[in-house]
């Protein structure tokens, strides 16, 4: 009699722990799934910061908007480690021509739609200012850090141009309207 008291007694307080183990886990499930969101919210923030940023930047470039809109491409437009030295890292415009998608297809997006459907192409893809990590110049490409992407990319140099472009001033300073 004992023997069944003791084993009956060592059941229920496996029952007990077993439930007990399961709230827990359960609530650090929940905990995770918490900061998982609360992550994706700061990224879906920091990656739209940096498409205002090269969306900005086009607007503020009378030959950056007219290579966007028009493509209209100037021989003066600086891209680094094509025709503006030294190639350093940094900030750069990374724009697609039309009929492409904001970001390249061997970029790693975020497990979200916001972050997914910048993959998507569109005629006129959105602008992204985007860290340049570092430049490969004899495959003329250069591997770029985005908020949008959990890991950096490689992008060609030809998708890459300075923010302040040289153009803009002389264009400015000369009431040219060639480019509208």
């Known amino acids: 009699m004992k023997f069944v008291s003791s084993l009956i007694q060592n059941k229920f307080l496996a029952a007990i722990l077993a439930g007990v183990a399961s709230i827990v886990s359960f609530q650090v499930w929940q ?56 190639a350093a890292p940094g900030h750069y415009v990374m724009l697609f021509r039309s009929h492409a998608s904001t970001l390249p297809p061997n970029a790693l997006p975020f497990d979200d739609p916001f972050f997914t459907s910048l993959l998507n192409k569109e005629e006129s893809p959105k602008t992204l200012m985007a860290d340049v990590v570092s430049f490969d110049l004899p495959k003329k490409q250069a591997t770029v850090k985005s908020l949008c992407t959990k890991k950096p990319f490689v992008v060609d140099l030809e998708d890459l141009y300075l923010e302040y472009q040289a153009i803009d001033r002389e264009v400015r300073r000369s009431n040219s309207d060639f480019l509208f």
């Open 31 to 86: 905990y995770n799934q918490a900061q998982y969101e609360k992550f994706i919210s700061q990224a879906k923030n920091d990656c739209g910061v940096y498409i205002e940023l090269g969306e900005d930047a086009v607007k503020r470039s009378p030959s950056l908007r007219a290579l966007k809109y028009q493509n209209k491409r100037l021989r003066e437009l600086k891209q680094p480690g094509i025709n503006s030295e030294p």
